[in-house]
């Protein structure tokens, strides 16, 4: 039976708790968002606890997929920028608050979690904990299974229920942060890619299983022994349990077998040759990959080691990154960034949050391409370019020069008269003298420069 069957019934909220909700809804005579009859949104199409356990758990493609995703997310960390000079500092309180978001979770265990979230049920759900004063001083990642949404016809969410222990806690809207791939069939819950590809995560795992009882069964497909002989159903259970004793099992697989006079064995299935299991296996992981967004190579699947290179491989990881990952990024920098700045009353100070890639090493080649580019560009100002690898237009008023192009003196650091280049005195025409009245002039100005320098 496949992972996606065994799903929960769902979290059991308390019946009494959403008609007292619903009773408290007030008549507006505007638009509603909401049915005023939605007071229970269709809850996740499958339940964390069990994608967790039959996917993520029992699948080693899924695994290495959203690992490999978790890990490329968790590199950078959270910064609020100001949007006209593309600055940051230290002591923003958001960053501060990032860099440890609760005393047992670090900013990249952080922010991994809610990738893993995010791709096993599309939904992450994060609490924030404050102080006496009101003053967000923690952040927790809830389980999934463990948080309900309870509509509002006209605000569109009335407030969060979070089950545990078998008690139920109301959570207010602004103590919960929730992001979620988008579910075009519900507004409340995203829905995870693994929805997409439970099939073929069943079959990969079938096939897996399939493979080992192969191995168990004298590594060969079924067959029948057929003999002239008619033998009885006491005779036929001795032989049975004869052939299992001595072929059956890995360690016995390909022992010679010895048929009695009369007796022969026919195969009455497919060989492993005419199954094909390679090809079958490497179509099952493409589409795995496919729907988890994670190019073949990236993980070590078989169907991208079949095509895989150093030089492809590299490629594919930043694919990974610019296309996947750094969507991602912004799409989680919004959405908790632009939380915690209202929190904090920094809504209006001209402060975007965003993740600070500088230091991604799959992004680093192309941050080296694009130096590289910048800096060949004769028609660009060094002001221009520095703006367009991302530094401040204007620093302090600080001008910088080209070393290459503009003599400067080591010591002071003022610029120099540019020389003229010296006269090729190897193509002087034959016959003339090669200290001829140019050839001195420019000697001789030559030398009064020097002075000058001295």
């Given at each position: 039976?496949?992972?996606?069957?065994?799903?929960?019934?769902?979290?059991?909220?308390?019946?009494?708790?959403?008609?007292?909700?619903?009773?408290?809804?007030?008549?507006?005579?505007?638009?509603?968002?909401?049915?005023?009859?939605?007071?229970?949104?269709?809850?996740?199409?499958?339940?964390?606890?069990?994608?967790?356990?039959?996917?993520?758990?029992?699948?080693?493609?899924?695994?290495?997929?959203?690992?490999?995703?978790?890990?490329?997310?968790?590199?950078?960390?959270?910064?609020?920028?100001?949007?006209?000079?593309?600055?940051?500092?230290?002591?923003?309180?958001?960053?501060?608050?990032?860099?440890?978001?609760?005393?047992?979770?670090?900013?990249?265990?952080?922010?991994?979690?809610?990738?893993?979230?995010?791709?096993?049920?599309?939904?992450?759900?994060?609490?924030?904990?404050?102080?006496?004063?009101?003053?967000?001083?923690?952040?927790?990642?809830?389980?999934?299974?463990?948080?309900?949404?309870?509509?509002?016809p006209t605000k569109f969410i009335s407030h969060y229920i979070y089950t545990i222990g078998g008690l139920e806690y109301?959570?207010?809207?602004?103590?919960?942060?929730?992001?979620?791939?988008?579910?075009?069939?519900?507004?409340?819950?995203?829905i995870s890619p693994l929805v997409a590809a439970a099939k073929k995560i069943d079959a990969d795992s079938e096939l897996?299983?399939?493979?080992?009882?192969?191995?168990?069964?004298?590594?060969?497909?079924?067959?029948?022994?057929?003999?002239?002989?008619?033998?009885?159903?006491?005779?036929?259970?001795?032989?049975?349990?004869?052939?299992?004793?001595?072929?059956?099992?890995?360690?016995?697989?390909?022992?010679?077998?010895?048929?009695?006079?009369?007796?022969?064995?026919?195969?009455?299935?497919?060989?492993?040759?005419?199954?094909?299991?390679?090809?079958?296996?490497?179509?099952?992981?493409?589409?795995?990959?496919?729907?988890?967004?994670?190019?073949?190579?990236?993980?070590?699947?078989?169907?991208?080691?079949?095509?895989?290179?150093?030089?492809?491989?590299?490629?594919?990881?930043?694919?990974?990154?610019?296309?996947?990952?750094?969507?991602?990024?912004?799409?989680?920098?919004?959405?908790?960034?632009?939380?915690?700045?209202?929190?904090?009353?920094?809504?209006?100070?001209?402060?975007?949050?965003?993740?600070?890639?500088?230091?991604?090493?799959?992004?680093?080649?192309?941050?080296?391409?694009?130096?590289?580019?910048?800096?060949?560009?004769?028609?660009?100002?060094?002001?221009?370019?520095?703006?367009?690898?991302?530094?401040?237009?204007?620093?302090?008023?600080?001008?910088?020069?080209?070393?290459?192009?503009?003599?400067?003196?080591?010591?002071?650091?003022?610029?120099?008269t540019p020389r003229e280049p010296d006269p090729d005195l190897s193509e002087t025409p034959a016959g003339q003298d090669?200290?001829?009245?140019?050839?001195?002039?420019?000697?001789?100005?030559?030398?009064?420069?020097?002075?000058?320098?001295?």
């Amino acid at each position: 039976m496949g992972w996606l069957r065994r799903i929960n019934s769902g979290l059991g909220i308390n019946k009494e708790v959403e008609e007292k909700a619903a009773r408290e809804v007030r008549i507006s005579s505007s638009i509603p968002l909401t049915s005023q009859h939605d007071t229970h949104p269709k809850r996740l199409l499958v339940d964390f606890e069990s994608i967790t356990k039959w996917a993520f758990r029992g699948n080693e493609l899924v695994h290495s997929c959203i690992g490999e995703r978790g890990k490329a997310f968790r590199e950078p960390p959270l910064r609020i920028y100001n949007e006209h000079d593309d600055k940051w500092e230290e002591g923003n309180p958001i960053e501060v608050l990032m860099k440890q978001p609760n005393p047992f979770r670090s900013q990249a265990e952080f922010w991994e979690s809610v990738e893993q979230h995010l791709l096993l049920c599309g939904n992450a759900f994060i609490y924030k904990a404050r102080d006496k004063d009101g003053k967000v001083v923690q952040l927790w990642l809830k389980k999934p299974n463990q948080i309900k949404v309870v509509p509002h016809p006209t605000k569109f969410i009335s407030h969060y229920i979070y089950t545990i222990g078998g008690l139920e806690y109301m959570l207010p809207v602004e103590d919960i942060i929730h992001v979620m791939y988008i579910d075009p069939d519900n507004d409340y819950y995203g829905i995870s890619p693994l929805v997409a590809a439970a099939k073929k995560i069943d079959a990969d795992s079938e096939l897996g299983s399939f493979a080992k009882h192969i191995l168990l069964n004298m590594a060969t497909t079924s067959g029948v022994f057929v003999t002239d002989k008619k033998i009885g159903q006491d005779e036929r259970q001795i032989l049975e349990d004869k052939m299992a004793a001595r072929y059956i099992g890995a360690i016995r697989a390909g022992l010679p077998m010895v048929l009695s006079h009369g007796m022969k064995y026919e195969q009455t299935s497919m060989n492993m040759k005419d199954l094909d299991i390679g090809n079958l296996s490497s179509y099952v992981e493409s589409r795995i990959c496919l729907a988890l967004h994670v190019p073949a190579i990236v993980v070590g699947a078989k169907v991208g080691l079949d095509r895989s290179t150093f030089t492809n491989a590299g490629e594919a990881r930043e694919y990974m990154y610019e296309n996947t990952v750094a969507p991602e990024w912004q799409m989680v920098a919004d959405k908790v960034g632009f939380n915690l700045l209202e929190d904090f009353g920094m809504l209006e100070e001209n402060l975007v949050p965003r993740f600070d890639t500088r230091q991604v090493k799959a992004l680093q080649e192309s941050e080296t391409e694009l130096w590289e580019r910048v800096d060949c560009f004769e028609g660009l100002s060094i002001v221009e370019k520095r703006v367009k690898i991302g530094y401040a237009k204007d620093p302090d008023g600080i001008v910088y020069m080209d070393a290459n192009k503009v003599p400067v003196d080591i010591k002071t650091g003022e610029g120099l008269t540019p020389r003229e280049p010296d006269p090729d005195l190897s193509e002087t025409p034959a016959g003339q003298d090669p200290e001829g009245d140019a050839a001195k002039a420019a000697k001789e100005k030559k030398n009064q420069i020097s002075k000058q320098e001295d």
